[in-house]
């Protein structure tokens, strides 16, 4: 039973982690990390992502324009790019080394310590990838607050509100950071004792007693 369920904790804490790590991918090149309604016409729509501004027309559809350099971005901008940059590679390292850490996986069956070591390791990057997407999405979401609530700024300028990729990114971060909880849990739980022949004849035959002729004692 504790072996069951031991490896139901392996197999839910890598499936949310491959989810948190697609959807880190999907909110990383999504364009629509801001949202820009305008009141004079409501039939165009602005969204600005990492890579690119565009806009939405009923008429026309969208049309894109990447930034036009890097260096000129707001620094939450410059900053989420290198994070989701980092968060997508360490989940995707987290999803390789813990998938070698699964008890299912026959091999390195013999080496217990091993795969353990394995899993621990492959919790610990997911849960910095989840970390490491949480950070800069919350720092665009709060920027995006503060210009909202700017009292500088006048009335009639438009205001940039969320988009549809921090709140996904939000749900990536925290499916990362529970899939690595989960994955650590899993290691870090009672070993349970394996049921394999061979390992218990080994056993048997380390307590069983001899003799000095090199034969079993026969009162065991």
């Excluded at 504790?2 to 890598?14: C, K, P, S, Y």
């Excluded at 997407?133 to 438009?158: G, M, Y």
């Excluded at 709140?167 to 849990?185: M, P």
Aim: with cysteine; hydrophobic share 50%.
């Amino acid at each position: 039973m504790a072996l069951i369920f031991r490896t139901a904790m392996q197999f839910v804490g890598l499936l949310l982690s491959f989810l948190g790590w697609i959807l880190s991918i999907i909110t990383t090149y999504l364009p629509h990390w801001k949202n820009l309604n305008l009141d004079l016409n409501e039939m165009e729509n602005w969204t600005m992502g990492l890579w690119q501004t565009c806009v939405v027309q009923e008429e026309v559809g969208m049309q894109c324009k990447d930034f036009d350099s890097f260096l000129a971005l707001p620094a939450e901008l410059r900053i989420s790019r290198i994070l989701m940059f980092l968060s997508n590679g360490l989940g995707f390292l987290g999803l390789l080394v813990s998938g070698f850490g699964l008890d299912c996986l026959r091999i390195g069956e013999s080496q217990r310590d091993l795969k353990r070591r394995l899993l621990i390791l492959g919790g610990i990057l997911s849960w910095t990838s989840g970390i490491t997407a949480l950070v800069p999405v919350s720092w665009v979401a709060h920027t995006t607050v503060q210009e909202f609530w700017d009292e500088t700024i006048p009335d009639i300028v438009p205001r940039w509100e969320f988009g549809e990729a921090l709140f996904l990114g939000w749900f990536a971060g925290l499916s990362l950071v529970l899939g690595g909880c989960l994955l650590n849990c899993a290691a870090c739980s009672s070993h349970v004792p394996l049921a394999s022949g061979h390992y218990a004849v080994v056993q048997m035959q380390t307590q069983c007693p001899y003799l000095e002729d090199g034969t079993a004692d026969p009162q065991v």
